[in-house]
């Protein structure tokens, strides 16, 4: 099993930026498709950005597209999201997570390794 550790979280004024990784234990990264997901209080898990194995594919919801950018290091175990243009309500806890069931997919429930979660907080 893939263990996910996530970094660069933090508090960041609206327009600001911010990036955040995703560690990946394991040498069988380059076979999992990838994801971040996100989560503020009081609402449910929702995708933010994902991409495939070979991070060719990607795909993002409209409340991010254009301002948040998925990318992957197979050389480094590493799946990054740069977030530009932050928004107050891009606030919420950010997991990194990884799926061994499916190549690509927008659905939580089809990622089977999770990260602890990083915070992201956007201030107006």
């Known amino acids: 099993q893939v263990q996910l550790v996530e970094s660069g979280g933090g508090l960041v004024q609206a327009g600001g930026s911010l990036r955040l990784s995703c560690a990946a234990s394991?040498?069988?990264?380059?076979?999992?498709?990838m994801g971040w997901f996100r989560q503020a209080p009081g609402k449910e898990r929702e995708f933010v950005a994902v991409?495939?194995?070979?991070?060719?594919?990607?795909t993002y919801p409209d409340s991010v597209k254009g301002r948040f950018t998925i990318s992957r290091d197979n050389a480094k175990n590493t799946v990054y999201l740069q977030m530009n243009g932050l928004k107050p309500e891009d606030t919420a806890v950010y997991y990194c997570?990884?799926?061994?069931?499916?190549?690509?997919?927008?659905?939580?429930?089809?990622?089977?390794?999770w990260g602890q979660g990083t915070q992201v907080t956007v201030s107006s």
């Open positions: 394991g040498r069988t990264f380059r076979s999992y498709a």
């Open positions: 991409l495939n194995r070979s991070g060719g594919l990607t």
């Open positions: 997570a990884a799926s061994t069931i499916v190549a690509f997919s927008v659905k939580s429930n089809e990622y089977d390794c």
